[in-house]
């Protein structure tokens, strides 16, 4: 937040976002190495609650936010409507992961589960390329939308916070899926 605050993220127009791509890549390499070198948080990454897992991806309906700043001229259609619209399906359907975790615990080493799971991490990679490639395609002219807005509070959230925790929750679903398929229990 201090970082934010103090515009450590903003780039130049037609570079690459790098002080966001390390925002979003520092806490996801500090999760992995955390999973790989530390026995106990991989147990309790595998002992979380699916559902609340998959509750928390609900928030993703919130994309609704990017179609709504694209409508007023903030962001470009290129970043704002893949993002916005896939985030939207993410957290649509979260409710029904839930409710099928809930009636059916093996649910969770369904291919629905990992399809969804995967698809919303590729909504966040996609979205993670689109913004990357938009701010990267920006000449600095004046009145041109960008995703610049991204690189500032309170926007800033999003990638810096929200996108690796999005993906770090996938990926303890997944390992979580993986694990049930694995032993045949729910």
């Known amino acids: 937040m201090v970082l934010g605050a103090s515009g450590a993220f903003v780039g130049h127009p037609g570079q ?3 002080a966001i791509a390390i925002g979003v890549a520092a806490p996801l390499l500090l999760f992995f190495a955390w999973l790989r070198f530390s026995p106990s948080f991989r147990v ?3 002992t979380l609650d699916l559902r609340l ?15 709504s700043l694209y409508a007023h001229g903030v962001l470009p259609a290129m970043f704002a409507l893949p993002a916005g ?3 939207m399906a ?22 629905a589960f990992v399809r969804w799971n995967v ?11 689109l913004g990357t490639l938009s701010a990267s395609l920006s000449t600095g ?10 690189a500032t509070l309170p926007l800033l959230v999003i990638p810096a916070f929200l996108v690796p925790l999005f993906l770090m929750l ?12 694995r032993s045949g229990t729910a």
Do not use: C, K, N, Y
């Not at 897992?53 to 179609?67: S, Y």
């Not at 649509?92 to 291919?111: C, D, G, K, Q």
């Open 141 to 150: 002219a004046a009145g041109e939308i960008t995703t610049a807005p991204m």
């Open 44 to 46: 309790f990454v595998l």
């Open 16 to 18: 690459p976002p790098i």
């Open 85 to 87: 619209l896939g985030d």
């Open 170 to 181: 996938h990926t303890a679903a997944l390992m979580q899926s993986r694990l049930i398929a």
């Open 53 to 67: 897992i998959a509750g928390m991806q609900a928030w993703r309906w919130a994309g609704l936010g990017f179609l």
């Open 90 to 111: 993410v957290g649509f359907a979260a409710p029904w992961m839930i409710l099928a975790l809930v009636r059916r615990p093996e649910f969770a080493a369904s291919r």
């Open 119 to 129: 698809l919303g991490m590729f909504d966040l990679a996609l979205a993670i390329t």
